[in-house]
Every structure is written in structure tokens, then in C-alpha cells.
């Protein structure tokens, strides 16, 4: 079973940047898309961004285009995202998760299969 272990939250002030890296157990295979959700308290799980398996398609939330890029190396077995000029509503526990697809067809977090246990993500104003 592949265990994925996020890493890389921390409390940040507005405007900062952190890189969050997600390493699996295993290694993940180009047919997995990886994603990353957050939650934020009091509300329910979101999508965030994804990476299809090859790395050729990803998708962000409207929330974090253009401020968050997410990227994969197989080869290592590790999803990063990097989170810049990051703000106060981007406070969240992260999520990395694997889809057992190469295809990124929804945002839905019950389409994924495997997921780490969260990093905290706090950024004061």
C-alpha cells in the first residue's frame, strides 16, 4: 500500500512563499495523477491543484492560479507544490493524494485513492 508523508507547512505571514513535497513510500507511477487538497477549519475538503500522470496535463483551483505551481518527479517519488504570495485564506491543512488514474477527469477528493495524513499551512496578516 503506498503511504504518502507531506512536508514543508509552517506558519508564514502574508505575502511569504513555502514549498510543500509529498514523498510515497513507493514509487508512484506515471498512471497516478497527485493532487493536493486543503481543508480549511470549519469548512469542507477542496481541490487545490493536480498533476496527470505524465506530468503534461495539471489543473489549479481558482483560488491559487497563477500563485501555486505544482510539479512531479516519478523518479523520485515525490508531488511538490510551490505556494507563493500566499495569504491569509490559504490557511489549511494540505493534503497530497494519488489517484489510482493517469487522467485527471474531476476535482472530487473521493476520486482518490491514497492519502497522506497533512501538513499544516498557517499564514498570519
Known amino acids: 500500500q503506498v503511504q504518502l508523508v507531506e512536508s514543508g507547512g509552517g506558519l508564514v505571514q502574508t505575502g511569504g512563499s513555502l514549498r510543500l513535497s509529498c514523498a510515497a513510500s513507493?514509487?508512484?507511477?506515471?498512471?497516478?495523477?497527485m493532487g493536493w487538497f486543503r481543508q480549511a477549519r470549519g469548512k469542507e475538503r477542496e481541490f487545490v491543484a493536480a498533476i496527470s500522470g505524465s506530468g503534461g496535463s495539471i489543473v489549479y483551483a481558482d483560488s491559487v492560479r497563477g500563485r501555486f505551481t505544482i510539479s512531479r518527479d516519478n523518479a523520485k517519488n515525490t508531488v511538490y507544490m510551490q505556494m507563493n504570495s500566499l495569504k491569509p485564506e490559504d490557511t489549511a491543512v494540505y493534503y497530497c493524494a494519488a489517484k489510482r488514474s493517469a487522467i485527471i477527469t474531476s476535482r472530487a477528493a473521493r476520486e482518490y485513492d491514497y492519502w497522506g495524513q497533512g501538513t499544516q499551512v498557517t499564514v498570519s496578516s
Open positions: 513507493e514509487r508512484i507511477f506515471s498512471s497516478n495523477v
